[in-house]
């Protein structure tokens, strides 16, 4: 039987990994279906992690957390936890090889994925020409033209990124103002081979079986279409959290969401279900900052210390 079972290692389950263990749990692990680090990992570069001077991608800043927990006691399992049900006091959780662990305490730090936009296109042409990470898929567009979509803090940070590596970054946004950081936008105003695109809509994305090759853009106040012969979108309208694994036999969660299926938490990340703690993007209201995600994952874990006492 585990003390705390945490799902998921981005910032959020990894620092709860270890607050819990540096804590003097003993028995805990963290479950993460994929290598650890979360959604960062995709970012081309973070300046706003402090402590951190120099500007670094998102994998380089991931790189020591899952070594710094490890020297902890904190176990990790390479596993997609399926469902998490609570059979009396204790937790049942399957995971993705059927094997089902039973634990006191749980913490979900699951956070979120890409959203889609959902143009005509969009599925049919998603991993040949359409993308949702720019350092994963950037370097195919080297000296060619694509296509950004969005208008939040991760289109833009990727449209600059992009206009390194790319001769030229259409930027299409569908109204006239943006939602990033102000000096976000300014760099991108001042980023010479950046085009924007605004008032617009992704109308379809076309191609043929080699991947995509061009983008109709729609202007939403006149209804004309521009045709941009490229080989790559990438999509950033922002992202769905991930609650999936909350969802009970009968169709209900575990515990309570919001409407967006965010997790209700208080101040102590605590839910509606004894024992059972959130942390990072999943919760409600989450500033959605890697080190915001990080001071939840503490919270939760010195909350779980006080639960189980
Ligand atoms: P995540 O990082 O999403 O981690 C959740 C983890 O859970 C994932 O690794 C996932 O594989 C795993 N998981 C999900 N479901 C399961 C399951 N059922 N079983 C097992 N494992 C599961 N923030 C900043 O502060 N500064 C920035 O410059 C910045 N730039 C960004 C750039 C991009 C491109 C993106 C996408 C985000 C950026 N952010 C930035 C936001 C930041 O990355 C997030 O706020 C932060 O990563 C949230 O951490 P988290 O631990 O809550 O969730
Ligand atoms: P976001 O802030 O939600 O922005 C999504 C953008 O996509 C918005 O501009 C939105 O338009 C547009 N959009 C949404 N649905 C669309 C659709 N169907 N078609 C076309 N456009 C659509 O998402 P994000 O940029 O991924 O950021 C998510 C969170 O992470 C934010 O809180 C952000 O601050 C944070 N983040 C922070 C950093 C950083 O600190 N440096 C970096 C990246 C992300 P409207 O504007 O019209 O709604």
New binding site residues.
């Given amino acids: 039987m585990l003390d705390l079972a945490i ?7 990894l620092t709860a990994g270890l607050y819990a263990t540096r804590g003097g749990l003993k028995n805990v692990t963290m ?4 290598m ?5 990992t ?2 081309s570069e ?4 402090p402590g951190q001077l120099e500007i670094v991608t ?1 994998m380089e800043l991931m790189q020591q957390w899952p070594e710094q927990c490890q020297r902890f006691g904190l176990k990790h399992e390479m ?4 469902t998490v049900i609570k059979n009396g006091d204790i937790f049942q959780l399957t995971l993705g090889d059927g094997n089902i662990v039973e634990a006191k305490s749980v913490i979900i ?4 994925v890409p959203k889609k936009a959902g143009f005509k296109g969009e599925n049919e042409f998603f991993g040949r020409g359409v993308s949702t990470c720019a350092t994963c898929d950037g370097f195919f567009y080297k000296n060619k033209e694509v296509v950004v979509l969005g208008g939040g ?2 289109a833009l ?2 449209a600059v990124y992009l206009s390194k590596i790319c001769s030229k970054v259409y930027l299409v946004h569908r109204r006239d103002t943006f939602r990033a950081a102000p000096n976000t936008i300014e760099h991108v105003k001042h980023t010479e081979n950046i085009e924007l695109i605004l008032n617009s809509e992704i109308d379809e994305v076309y191609g043929d079986a080699m991947g995509v090759n061009g983008v109709k853009v729609k202007n939403r106040n006149d209804g004309t279409i521009r045709d941009l012969a490229v080989p790559g979108i990438f999509v950033f309208v922002g ?1 769905d959290v ?1 609650n999936s ?1 909350l969802k009970q036999p009968d169709g209900s969660y575990l515990c309570d969401l919001n409407q967006n299926g965010e997790v209700i938490v208080d101040l102590s990340m605590k839910t509606s279900t004894a024992g059972l703690f959130a ?4 919760r409600i209201e ?1 500033p ?6 990080a001071s939840d ?1 503490a919270i939760a874990a010195l909350s779980v210390i006080s639960y189980l006492e």
Avoid at 7 to 13: C, F, L, S
Avoid at 46 to 49: A, C, D, V
Avoid at 109 to 112: F, K, P, R
């Fill in positions: 799902i998921g290692g981005g910032p959020a389950g479950y993460e279906m994929g650890p680090g979360g959604q960062i995709q970012s973070i300046e706003n992690y998102g596993a997609q936890v399926q730090a699951t956070g979120s803090d991760t940070e990727e992202r991930l694994t942390a990072g993007d999943i989450a959605k900052q890697v080190v915001c995600a994952g």
